[in-house]
């Protein structure tokens, strides 16, 4: 793996806040996370992204994972394309862009999964590694649980448009089962926080066809707990 790694040092392609993006052939590419990241915590992902792929479309192919100098990562399938995220902040675009992401997300919640961590269970984690917020823990311990398959980070960052029109999802660090209503929930929350210049939050849940009551008891936990996730 030396080699290999001395020849991805010369074409990183990109970073983010937890990994390096490496090419390693034309059409692979390594994410390498960054030092500090245990081993379990990116063999979770690997395993999620395995996972996901069996019953998900539109997964970027998985090769293998990557043990090097005490950093951990995983090759698969480079996906050319502009994030739907670039499709949405142009007004030109952006009635066509959201229809692609709502459309994806409701088929990901048609699909029942068990074999992965509950979205209670995942933000009781988050909580114990920062805080002792007893208050806060009580509130997750009452959320309903579901098995829907829930990407638990569903944004338009995370879905890249192929020059063919084909939407790619990527990024299952975050897999769990939960109702739906938690992963509109999250990704309510969230297209408030990042989508810029729009207010896309509210049509978007009016296009999966819910209210805010319907997740307003997961958007109070989301935002107690947002302090601790990042």
Not at 8 to 30: D, S
Not at 168 to 179: E, H, Q, W
Request: glycine fraction near 4%; hydrophobic fraction near 40%.
């Amino acid at each position: 793996m030396t080699n290999i790694m001395e020849n991805l040092k010369r074409h990183q392609i990109a970073e983010g806040n937890t990994a390096e993006i490496f090419e390693v052939e034309e059409n692979k590419i390594l994410k390498l996370f960054k030092p500090g990241y245990s081993k379990s915590t990116v063999q979770h992902e690997y395993d999620n992204h395995r996972m996901v792929s069996r019953i998900a479309e539109n997964i970027p192919k998985l090769f293998e994972f990557i043990t090097e100098n005490q950093r951990y990562g995983f090759i698969m399938e480079k996906v050319q394309g502009k994030s739907l995220a670039s499709l949405m902040q142009n007004d030109h675009t952006f009635d066509h862009a959201m229809e692609i992401f709502t459309n994806l997300h409701k088929n990901w919640l048609t699909q029942a999964i068990d074999g992965v961590v509950s979205y209670t269970e995942w933000m009781l984690y988050l909580l114990s590694a920062k805080s002792s917020d007893g208050d806060l823990a009580d509130k997750i311990k009452c959320l309903p649980l579901g098995n829907a398959l829930c990407h638990g980070d569903f944004h338009p960052y995370n879905i890249i448009i192929t020059s063919e029109g084909v939407a790619v999802t990527i990024d299952f660090a975050n897999i769990c089962k939960a109702p739906k209503e938690y992963d509109v929930a999250r990704t309510y929350f969230l297209l408030k926080e990042d989508i810029k210049g729009k207010s896309v939050a509210d049509l978007y849940l009016a296009k999966m066809k819910m209210e805010y009551r319907d997740i307003r008891m997961y958007i109070h936990v989301l935002e107690a707990l947002r302090k601790y996730e990042i």
